[in-house]
């Protein structure tokens, strides 16, 4: 089982990204989904969530508004959409498939995690 994260890089404050992360190997269409992400010196934290069928989504306070997670099921897909990003953004990016079937805020609720990939936002 892999989850493959791609799509980071470098952007200017207020630029746009859009984040993918490809399931290989099982299909999780019946698993939340989520995207974490750690800065430099600081702990991994939640970022946005999505349940099995797309109906529920939440968000961390700091990137609701901004952040859109979305998913295509039939193929294997979660997006993170990064609107009028901002230095404190800049973090590499985990995509985690959820044990269960919602949008889980708890990295214990995780089973399988991808590599993540970096996005850098310049001021």
């Known amino acids: 089982v892999q989850l493959q994260a791609s799509g980071g890089g470098l952007v200017q404050a207020g630029g746009s990204l859009r984040l993918t992360c490809v399931a290989s190997g099982r299909r999780f269409s019946n698993n939340g989904m989520g995207w974490f992400r750690q800065a430099p010196g600081k702990e991994r934290e939640f970022v946005a969530g999505i349940s099995w069928n797309g109906g529920s989504t939440r968000y961390l306070d700091s990137v609701e508004g901004r952040f859109t997670v979305s998913r295509a099921n039939a193929k294997n897909t979660l997006y993170l959409q990064m609107n009028n990003l901002s230095p404190e953004d800049t973090a590499v990016y985990y995509c985690?498939?959820?044990?269960?079937?919602?949008?889980?805020?708890?990295?214990?609720?995780?089973?399988?995690w991808g590599r993540g990939t970096l996005v850098t936002v310049s001021s």
């Open positions: 985690a498939a959820a044990i269960g079937a919602t949008s889980a805020t708890s990295e214990t609720m995780y089973r399988f």
